[in-house]
């Protein structure tokens, strides 16, 4: 089996084409979580791929021996686009307008009292 990691919209697709594609995708086992898992601990790999480089001494002088994602200017520019994501999500308002009434969003009809009955009541069946 291969196991793929993917973020949440990817692994949406992939559901999807796996579904209508079971013969070809078969061996691939989707996995959520530990894509999130990886990228919030890659800057501490990358300090501790750092610190094994340098204890086995095949550290050199150059920048290039540094880790890209350990760098203080990469870690820096990690933070300020976390900390702009959390700001844009807590400041994030539903673009649409509260109200009662099921409405295709393609159209723009309005459904009936009994269709929208029925569809809240769906849950309860």
Same mark, same amino acid.
């Given at each position: 089996?291969?196991?793929?990691?993917?973020?949440? #919209?990817?692994?949406? !697709?992939?559901?999807?084409?796996?579904? !209508?594609?079971? &013969?070809?995708?078969?061996?691939?086992?989707?996995?959520?979580?530990?894509?999130?898992?990886?990228?919030?601990?890659?800057? !501490?790999? $990358? &300090?501790?791929?750092?610190?094994?480089?340098?204890? $086995?001494? +095949?550290?050199?002088?150059?920048?290039?021996?540094?880790?890209?994602?350990?760098?203080?200017?990469?870690?820096?520019?990690?933070?300020?686009?976390?900390?702009? /994501?959390?700001?844009? /999500?807590? +400041?994030?308002?539903?673009?649409? #307008?509260?109200?009662?009434?099921?409405?295709?969003?393609?159209?723009?009809?309005?459904? +009936? &009292? !009994?269709? +929208?009955?029925?569809?809240?009541? #769906? /849950?309860?069946?």
């Amino acid at each position: 089996d291969i196991i793929a990691v993917f973020d949440q #919209a990817i692994y949406a !697709k992939l559901l999807d084409v796996q579904w !209508k594609h079971k &013969e070809e995708f078969c061996s691939i086992v989707p996995r959520m979580g530990a894509f999130q898992r990886w990228f919030l601990s890659a800057h !501490k790999k $990358a &300090e501790m791929t750092n610190a094994c480089r340098s204890m $086995a001494g +095949t550290v050199s002088a150059a920048a290039s021996s540094v880790h890209p994602d350990a760098t203080y200017s990469r870690v820096c520019r990690d933070d300020a686009t976390v900390e702009g /994501l959390v700001e844009l /999500l807590q +400041t994030w308002q539903s673009p649409f #307008a509260a109200s009662s009434e099921l409405v295709n969003i393609s159209s723009g009809v309005v459904a +009936t &009292e !009994k269709v +929208t009955a029925d569809t809240s009541s #769906a /849950l309860d069946i």
